[in-house]
Nanobody, 121 residues
């Protein structure tokens, strides 16, 4: 079963950038769509971005379009989230996910443990 361990979170000023990484514990993603969710204190978990295994189709939440980029390195079994032009509203715990993309969200079969992203104003 795929296991996910996120890294790359931290503290950054508004306008800055971070790159989150999520290596999977398998040689391949084995047919899973991959994605990212986030959850801020007192808020529901929000879909951020997802990519399909079959054809690389990508979908982003409106709040991050033009700023965030999801990508996958199949050789390394790693999914990335490049976050640019960060805003304080992006502050949240970010979770790598494996499942099935069902726009505008995804069905999640496996959650990572999360990595904290904090954006100062």
């Amino acid at each position: 079963q795929v296991q996910l361990v996120e890294s790359g979170g931290g503290l950054v000023q508004a306008g800055g950038s971070l790159r989150l990484s999520c290596p999977a514990s398998e040689r391949t993603f084995s047919g899973y769509d991959m994605g990212w969710f986030r959850q801020a204190p007192g808020k529901e978990r929000q879909f951020v971005a997802g990519m399909t295994w079959s054809n690389g189709n990508i979908h982003y939440a409106d709040s991050v379009k033009g700023r965030f980029t999801i990508s996958i390195d199949n050789a390394k079994n790693t999914v990335y989230l490049q976050m640019n032009s960060l805003k304080p509203e992006d502050t949240a715990r970010y979770y790598c996910t494996a499942g099935r993309l069902t726009v505008p969200t995804m069905i999640v079969h496996r959650w990572g443990q999360g990595t904290q992203v904090t954006v100062s104003s």
